[in-house]
């Protein structure tokens, strides 16, 4: 006969009961915006500067559920994509596309912050 004896269900039910509220309460907001911070940083790096007013007005914003990076000059579509009498001189989509590991990167490790956070 073979006896086997279980300890520490008690405190495993109560962790699993922790992690399933780590998508609520902004847990997962923190880790996208996370993410987003990496792209706001790179987007400012690569935008045309003449003035300053388009890099300056790029930011993040975002609640619980997105994190959205914008540029909030009112010309920020023609630089990005061009006109008729302009070159596009793309900015917000290499900041995304090129460093997609990095931001993915910055994303999961807020989120296993937030993990062991939660499971204390």
């Known amino acids: 006969m073979i006896d086997v004896q ?9 962790n699993l009961g922790r ?3 780590v998508g609520k309460g902004g847990s997962m907001g923190r880790a ?3 993410g ?3 792209v706001e940083g790179h987007a400012k790096y690569y935008v045309p500067v003449v003035t300053g007013n388009l890099q300056g007005s790029i930011g993040t914003e975002g609640d619980n559920n997105k994190a959205i990076v914008k540029a909030s000059a009112e ?3 023609y630089v990005e994509f061009g006109t008729s009498r302009m070159s596009a001189q793309p900015y917000m989509r290499p900041a995304v ?8 990167k910055a ?6 912050h937030e993990i062991k956070v ?3």
Do not use: F, M, W
């Open 36 to 38: 987003a911070l990496v």
């Open 107 to 112: 994303a999961g490790h807020q989120l296993g």
């Open 32 to 34: 996208l915006r996370a």
């Open 19 to 21: 992690l399933a509220n």
């Open 118 to 120: 939660a499971i204390r």
């Open 6 to 14: 279980v300890t520490g269900i008690d405190k495993l039910q109560a």
């Open 75 to 77: 010309y920020a579509a």
């Open 97 to 104: 596309y090129s460093h997609i590991p990095e931001i993915e």
